[in-house]
T-cell receptor, first 109, second 115 residues
Framework: GIQVEQSPPDLILQEGANSTLRCNFSDSVNNLQWFHQNPWGQLINLFYIPSGTKQNGRLSATTVATERYSLLYISSSQTTDSGVYFCAVDRTGFQKLVFGTGTRLLVSP | ETGVTQTPRHLVMGMTNKKSLKCEQHLGHNAMYWYKQSAKKPLELMFVYNFKEQTENNSVPSRFSPECPNSSHLFLHLHTLQPEDSALYLC??????????????FGSGTRLTVV
């Protein structure tokens, strides 16, 4: 099956810093999503981004489908950004997402 | 009420018990999913229902039994579980097909402990 690798596995930032999270996938995909899982376990859909670039406030994402990677940018990080960020892909067209192992982010004040 | 609602939030059950997890989506989506999240493992897809029909069963043991009576409700019936089944169980919904896909919306999850 398709492989999804995320880097770095862990990241510690000072509040206000910027960061880039990476997701590599091993095959062409119909769908790619970025999620944030907060400390209480809730998974929040950040971006639906099979290709191109999107921005939402301090967050933006870029997917280069032909090169099989996606990047999530977090600018001016806040303590509430802490948690685990997951990349997930689907190559079936039926939204059967395969998740990466995540990047654990800790933003300290 | 909006989004995807899961109940209960926490569940402790013995290995001989029978319990059910409930998921309800208020988004008008046509597909629903069960995922399992264990410590230090990626989220694992368990079951997929498209238009109330089960289209995926990822080699899940028979002690987990899904039920999708309509496109808004999804259940996971549990019986004779093992301690290694302790995990966070997440329900999600999405709209498959259509001109404006938005991807998954997840519920808050049920944290299950088997004793």
């Amino acid at each position: 099956g398709i492989q999804v690798e995320q880097s770095p596995p862990d990241l510690i930032l000072q509040e206000g810093a910027n960061s880039t999270l990476r997701c590599n996938f091993s095959d062409s995909v119909n769908n790619l999503q970025w999620f944030h899982q907060n400390p209480w376990g809730q998974l929040i859909n950040l971006f639906y981004i099979p290709s191109g670039t999107k921005q939402n406030g301090r967050l933006s994402a870029t997917t280069v489908a032909t090169e099989r990677y996606s990047l999530l940018y977090i600018s001016s990080s806040q303590t509430t950004d802490s948690g685990v960020y997951f990349c997930a892909v689907d190559r079936t067209g039926f939204q059967k997402l395969v998740f990466g192992t995540g990047t654990r982010l800790l933003v300290s004040p | 009420e909006t989004g995807v609602t899961q109940t209960p939030r926490h569940l402790v059950m013995g290995m001989t018990n029978k319990k059910s997890l409930k998921c309800e989506q208020h988004l008008g989506h046509n597909a629903m999913y069960w995922y399992k999240q264990s410590a230090k493992k990626p989220l694992e897809l368990m079951f997929v229902y498209n238009f109330k029909e089960q289209t995926e069963n990822n080699s899940v043991p028979s002690r987990f039994s899904p039920e999708c009576p309509n496109s808004s409700h999804l259940f996971l019936h549990l019986h004779t579980l093992q301690p290694e089944d302790s995990a966070l169980y997440l329900c999600a919904s999405s709209q498959v097909g259509g001109a404006n896909p938005r991807g998954y919306t997840f519920g808050s999850g049920t944290r299950l402990t088997v004793v």
